[in-house]
């Protein structure tokens, strides 16, 4: 079974420090999604990133940029320059293909305070 | 270009009556999931509909059932419910690409509280 993994519950950072989320995932799937989101107080899950087994590039955007691994099944999300409002809740996710429907697989997330 | 739409945004009910949540998916897309999200957990999936019928269904009792209308939108019930089924539902919508996996973009949530 699909399992992602989020070792870091908690994250609290200052302002301007850069930080690093993990996440790790098991699959038996050659082809797959993985995908980061963000859901701040508010409750809205907000889509940051899909990326495809077969792209290992890594990608940056703006402040954010990702890490993807297959060699040790990681895709690691990086905020450089933190700042307050990037404090929210980050799930890294993973794609499970059941007879042409998709379902996410979600980590247990980690919690990221930006402090001023 | 509206995202996805639920309502409504909290719903309070007692153990044993049932619900009804609703969502309206983004513009363009046709498929549509519902995931539970229990207080500090990730979000868990229910099931997910595409043209009209069920296509996957996650680790839950039949109490949950859903359908899906010619226009895309969706609900989800859930029957007798139980103090356990207190949870944030979010609703997402993609578009169908088989063995693609799409984006599913999340509406706001339904806060669901039984006491």
């Known amino acids: 079974a699909q399992k992602v993994t989020q070792a870091q519950t908690e994250i609290s950072v200052v302002e301007k420090e850069d930080v690093t989320l993990d996440c790790v995932y098991e699959t038996r799937d050659t082809t797959y999604y993985l995908f980061w989101y963000k859901q701040p107080p508010s409750g809205e899950l907000v889509f940051l990133i899909r990326r495809n087994s077969f792209d290992e590039q890594n990608e940056i955007s703006g402040r954010y940029s990702w890490n993807f691994q297959k060699s040790t099944s990681s895709f690691n999300f990086t905020i450089t320059a933190s700042q307050v409002v990037d404090s929210a809740v980050y799930f890294c996710a993973l794609s499970e293909s059941i007879q042409g429907a998709q379902k996410l697989v979600f980590g247990q997330g980690t919690r990221l305070t930006i402090n001023p | 270009d509206a995202g996805v739409t639920q309502s409504p945004t909290h719903l309070i009910k007692t153990r044993g009556q049932q619900v009804t949540l609703r969502c309206s998916p983004k513009?363009?897309?046709?498929?549509v999931s519902w995931y539970q999200q229990a207080l500090g957990q990730g979000p868990q999936f229910i099931f997910q509909y595409y043209e009209e019928e069920e296509r996957q269904r996650g680790n839950f009792p039949d109490r949950f059932s859903g359908h899906q209308f010619p226009n895309y939108s969706s609900e989800l019930n859930v029957n007798a419910l139980l103090l356990g089924d207190s949870a944030l539902y979010l609703c997402?919508?993609?578009?169908?690409?088989?063995?693609?996996?799409?984006?599913?973009?999340f509406g706001p949530g339904t806060r669901l509280t039984v006491l």
């Open positions: 997402a919508s993609s578009l169908h690409r088989g063995a693609v996996a799409d984006t599913q973009y």
């Open positions: 513009s363009g897309h046709d498929t």
